[in-house]
């Protein structure tokens, strides 16, 4: 139906406004929308050049992605122990030879190299890497770093900081300070999930903590965090957890989420992030690519959010299966922010299902992907499809939403993207001091 087609003089009251859009131009106007908005990128594992070998880009770092990794595995002889031995060229070479040159790239990881070589004008069917390598040898990456986020339109990415990995523990102890497209996210992976192997780390600093989290650990821990939170000036803190978390439950990592972690959230006034669902070396012959997924019980994140209503939690789970629980627990705690289809997820067809489902049941209330990017140059592709599939899925909602009786203008699609790719992180990270380091 025309919606214009109706003049202003004979338009019953309920018919849609003279400015709305016709049903044609919704999809161009979406689109348009989804290529001028910058987004946030609010979970990536990227790093500004000033933190040094951290920041992985180029052709080998590409091609040496874990996901591809998995995918060579299934379809090369070769065992992991030898793949491991070669050096990063090596392994490039072999994933390009086995993935793109002896096969045709058509999953998800494969098409996303092929995306990045074509946005750069490099040959994608070509048997060696020659030209792909001297292209990345001649970048500086202190240029080449806001020309990939230019070309993916992202303002920010937010990375992923872990105070106790030791070489980034270097670089922050040495004042080195991220620019403002990089915001940080102090990462408790370490101290949540395998405090036994990293308490000593945090005596040795000087903190009074023990093995089993007793006496005044938990304020010991407050007191690293402050530190950390000083140094680093994080938008959020986060960590990964199991398909088999709970909440509460008789454990160190209940006690230390409940006595540090929480209460130095509300001290700071920052969000905690929660990605649920990841069953980490169900095959560590693959090492980063060893790790799978499993249905979590959500009811752990009832349980935070109804005891820790001031706390803020952004939550991503792993797991398909999770997927609908967790947007119903979102209508019952508006302290909850879903976000992202992670990792597993990250795949146009599940990508496409999940965000259908999320607008039916949260209108524009959550935060619809970040890229996961641990290359830089992957947010090319990985942002290039968000948009493909969200122009998809928009352009059906408006359109549904039209014939309904709504009319739709540019400025309505531009409120909701704004809101589901920036906005609703913004206002997440709050009034605290950090939230203005994200542009
Ligand atoms: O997606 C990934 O690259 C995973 O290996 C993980 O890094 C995951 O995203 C995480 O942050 O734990
Ligand atoms: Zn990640």
């Known amino acids: 139906m025309d919606i214009r087609s109706v003049s202003q003089s004979k338009r019953p009251q309920n018919l849609p406004s003279a400015d709305a859009l016709i049903l044609s131009q919704i999809e161009p106007v979406v689109k348009e929308v989804l290529a001028s908005t910058p987004f946030i990128d609010v979970h990536t594992h990227l790093f500004p050049p000033a933190f040094g070998k951290l920041g992985l880009w180029g052709i080998d770092e590409l091609l040496t992605y874990h996901y591809l990794e998995a995918e060579f595995f299934r379809s090369s002889d070769m065992p992991p122990e030898l793949y491991w031995n070669l050096s990063k060229r090596q392994q490039a070479d072999a994933i390009w030879q086995l993935l793109f040159v002896e096969n045709t790239p058509i999953s998800e990881a494969t098409r996303g190299i092929i995306a990045v070589l074509k946005a750069f004008d490099l040959p994608t069917e070509t048997t060696t890497l020659e030209e792909a390598r001297s292209f990345f040898q001649a970048q500086r990456i202190e240029s080449h770093v806001p020309t990939v986020l230019e070309m993916a339109g992202i303002s920010t990415v937010v990375m992923t900081n872990d105070p106790l990995d030791p070489d980034e523990q270097l670089i922050w102890m040495n004042g080195v300070k991220p620019p403002p497209q ?258």
């Open 182 to 439: 990089f915001a940080s996210a102090l990462r408790l992976d370490r101290i949540l999930r395998d405090w036994g192997s990293n308490w000593q780390q945090l005596a040795k600093q000087g903190y009074a903590v023990d093995a089993r989290a007793s006496g005044k650990t938990a304020d010991e821990i407050r007191r690293f965090l402050s530190d950390w939170y000083e140094r680093m000036r994080p938008v959020y803190m986060a960590v990964s957890l199991s398909d088999s978390f709970q909440f509460p439950e008789d454990t160190i990592q209940s006690k230390l989420l409940a006595e540090a972690v929480i209460p130095s959230c509300r001290e700071f006034d920052l969000s905690l992030s929660l990605m649920i669902g990841v069953r980490r070396q169900v095959n560590p012959r693959l090492r980063l690519a060893g790790d799978a997924v499993g249905r979590a019980d959500l009811r752990a994140l009832e349980n935070l959010c109804r005891a820790f209503p001031d706390n803020r939690f952004l939550v991503s789970v792993l797991s398909r299966e999770n997927q609908h629980e967790l947007c119903v627990y979102a209508r019952k705690f508006s302290n909850m922010m879903p976000f992202g289809c992670w990792w597993f997820l990250n795949n146009p067809s599940i990508v496409e299902e999940i965000t259908r489902e999320r607008i039916e049941m949260l209108g524009a209330s959550f935060i619809p992907q970040h890229s996961d990017a641990r290359v830089l140059e992957q947010v090319i592709y990985k942002w290039q499809n968000t948009r493909t599939i969200l122009a998809r899925i928009l352009t059906n909602t408006y359109q549904l939403l039209a014939n309904d009786g709504r009319g739709i203008r540019r400025q309505d699609i531009q409120r909701d993207v704004t809101r589901f790719f920036r906005s609703n992180f913004e206002r997440w990270m709050h009034s605290g001091s950090a939230g203005s380091s994200v542009v």
